[in-house]
């Protein structure tokens, strides 16, 4: 999906302030937008570390450090928001310099353990 530095993963923030929203419900909504449905399958792949000492006024996340996860969906739904979907071999030139690209590499390589794979 289009972001502000470039092509990114669908994203959903839980609500902001003290209080956090349980993270099952924000993926729930986070499939729900993407792909116009709850019902389906979906399992953490890793998480990706952001480490910010001096937020700005409008960072929304704990600090210095927010772990936050990486989901993949079971099966193979399509999406149903607009955005550019890129396989694996052409979003390695596009988003190998995300930080989170390792975790979906790795996940979507063919000499990854069948468990690892959708």
């Not at 116009?36 to 570390?49: K, M």
């Not at 149903?80 to 989170?100: I, K, M, N």
């Amino acid at each position: 999906m289009p972001g502000a530095k470039g092509l990114d993963l669908p994203t959903r923030f839980l609500e902001p302030g003290p209080v956090r929203s349980d993270p099952a419900i924000g993926v729930g909504r986070l499939v729900a937008h993407v792909l116009g449905v709850r019902e389906v399958g979906t399992h953490c792949v890793g998480f990706v570390r952001n480490v910010v000492r001096q937020p700005d006024t409008g960072y929304p996340h704990p600090v210095p450090w927010a772990h936050v996860p990486v989901i993949a969906v079971d099966g193979g739904p399509e999406p149903v928001v607009s955005g550019e979907w890129v396989d694996v071999e052409s979003a390695r030139d596009t988003l190998g310099g995300r930080h989170w690209w390792p975790i979906v590499e790795h996940r979507l390589s063919p000499t990854a353990m069948p468990d690892d794979r959708p």
